[in-house]
């Protein structure tokens, strides 16, 4: 009899430490109920997961620069585990197991996902699949970190400015539409010389600040950064150039080859603002929010009212809790 009370409050005290979830790809997942170690496999999602909390951060997938340690708060020095963002990067499976997170989080449609998923089930981790296809799925990553962690105001918080951005750009899309378009080419690389094609989704952001791609080009993966030639550029002849490099941009205007184009003679080269992380992508994270914002001011200078210096301040006192 003793022994089956002894089972009956172990039985209990395990139920009552753990919960459902329903991933994005409606999968029931149990984890820990209260959950204070998360790995995400991926930057972007390790960006939400910053923006949401540092603290709950468990492994890095690359180690941040210096000048971020203040953005990134007690994240600053956790272990670096790598993950999954092309060019053939995996996770580091020892780390992981040092650091023993509660849950792992992984891209749905990540290419090989299958086999990466029998790989964290080893660990005897949970692991839940998440939807990042668009900026639109930030709304639902910051909702599962609120279920995961218990902090569901913080999740309303960001998820209130993710929903005044997206209902800010439907309501720009029918000014957007009376207006000339703006061709841009978008210059990746010191050399200026890998871009992105259509289909892409690091070009999520220009496709809802009115530009259009002065490239005709389909993708060839999910990591993008396709490889270009300046003759093909050079018939791109974009009305704008928008960088992502500082070397390109001070470089571009004394290079011969890109001289001929009409964006540098008529000094339409926009370097995208990076800090403390990348605006526009690489990763392509939730700092979309306010990088649509600043392609909007760069391609439709008198488009949107406020002040974009404003704005960043208002996004960095929301988004970066940690910083002092």
């Not at 449609?109 to 668009?134: Q, T, W, Y």
């Not at 001289?259 to 990763?283: D, G, Q």
């Not at 914002?293 to 009212?305: A, D, G, K, N, Q």
Request: one cysteine or more; glycine letters at 6%.
């Amino acid at each position: 009899m003793f022994k089956y009370m002894l089972f009956f409050v172990a039985l209990i005290a395990t139920v009552s430490h753990a919960k459902t979830i329903e991933d994005d790809y409606a999968r029931r997942v149990e984890v820990p109920d209260v959950v204070t170690k998360i790995y995400a496999a991926s930057p972007p999602l390790s960006m939400s997961l910053l923006a949401f909390n540092p603290e709950l951060i468990a492994a890095l997938n690359t180690p941040y620069k210096p000048e971020q340690k203040e953005y990134a708060g007690s994240s600053y020095t956790k272990p670096v585990a790598g993950g999954f963002f092309g060019q053939g990067n995996t996770p580091n499976f020892e780390v992981l197991a040092k650091t023993k997170p509660d849950v792992i989080l992984m891209w749905g449609r990540m290419s090989g996902h299958e086999k990466a998923l029998a790989k964290f089930e080893k660990l005897g981790i949970p692991v839940l699949l998440v939807r990042n296809d668009s900026i639109k799925d930030l709304v639902s990553q910051f909702r599962l970190y609120g279920n995961l962690s218990g902090d569901t105001k913080r999740a309303d918080e960001l998820i209130a400015y993710t929903q005044e951005t997206l209902s800010l750009i439907d309501a720009l899309q029918p000014k957007i539409a009376k207006l000339k378009p703006t061709r841009y080419y978008f210059a990746q690389g010191v050399d200026g010389l890998s871009s992105e094609c259509e289909g892409s989704f690091h070009l999520e952001p220009f496709s809802y600040s009115g530009g259009i791609n002065a490239l005709d080009c389909k993708m060839s993966s999910n990591y993008g950064m396709e490889k270009m030639s300046m003759e093909r550029v050079l018939m791109s002849d974009p009305d704008v150039i928008i960088a992502m490099e500082s070397a390109f941009v001070n470089g571009a205007a004394k290079d011969l080859r890109w001289k001929n184009l009409r964006a540098i003679s008529e000094n339409r080269v926009y370097l995208v603002p990076s800090t403390p992380f990348n605006y526009i992508t690489r990763p392509p994270s939730f700092m979309r929010l306010l990088g649509i914002r600043w392609l909007i001011h760069t391609l439709y200078p008198t488009l949107l009212e406020g002040s974009l210096q404003e704005e960043q301040k208002r996004f960095d006192a929301l988004f970066f809790k940690a910083r002092p």
